[in-house]
Structures are given as C-alpha cells and as structure tokens.
C-alpha cells in the first residue's frame, strides 16, 4: 500500500557530509511521522532521526547539533542531512514512517535501507 525508496548513502570521508532522502508513494492520507535509523552489525536498530508531520523533530544523542531532518510534505519526502561524519556513523540507514492510510487506519512502514560508509 505504502512504498518507502531510499537514497543518499554512500562512501563518504570523515568530517564529510551527506544527505539522505526517503520518498513515501501509494496510498497516503497523512503522514504521522518519518524517520531514520540506523543499524550497526550485530546490533539492534537506533532512531537517528524523527520528524512528525507538523514538524516536531527529535534526534539521538549522537548526532545531535550535526544534523537536520525535514519534511516536504508536498513530496511526502523526508530527508536527512549530517554533517562532521564520522567512522562511527558508519552503519545501514533505514527509512520509517507512520502513516495514516485511511481515516482511523495508520501502519508503519519500513524502507530496505542505505548503507553509509564514513572512511578514508
């Protein structure tokens, strides 16, 4: 019903930047909430990132104050931009997003997720 297509990652060196963008597409009534999370090896999934659809942000500790999430809702696009990468943001991204698909009907949707490589 909802499709979630990611794009952005990459190789990127240390103190570099990038941005990633995830574009929502199919049945959407509204949009509660995107986000980013990211996933280390052997680790569970952390929220990197969240925007809800009137443009309340929250971010990790981690990533506080070198990043910035926003919302085109014209575009049902949420994007992130960080900023002094580092080796240790080195992780797959994943796109999520709760959306409201029918009045009274959300579901949260997962993207398959971008790998971001911070190196030299």
């Known amino acids: 019903q909802v499709q979630l297509v990611e794009s952005g990652g990459g190789l990127v060196q240390p103190g570099g930047s990038l941005r990633l963008s995830c574009a929502a597409s199919?049945?959407?009534?509204?949009?509660?909430?995107m986000a980013w999370y990211r996933q280390f090896p052997g680790k569970q999934r952390e929220l990197v990132a969240r925007?809800?659809?009137?443009?309340?942000?929250n971010f990790a500790e981690s990533v506080k104050g070198r990043s910035t999430i926003s919302l085109d809702n014209a575009k049902n696009t949420v994007y992130l931009q960080m900023n002094s990468l580092k080796p240790e943001d080195t992780a797959a991204y994943y796109c999520?997003?709760?959306?409201?698909?029918?009045?009274?009907?959300?579901?949260?949707?997962w993207g398959q997720g971008t790998q971001v490589t911070v190196s030299s």
């Open positions: 925007i809800t659809g009137t443009g309340s942000t």
């Open positions: 999520n997003a709760d959306i409201q698909i029918q009045p009274g009907v959300s579901l949260v949707y």
């Open positions: 199919g049945r959407i009534f509204s949009i509660y909430h």
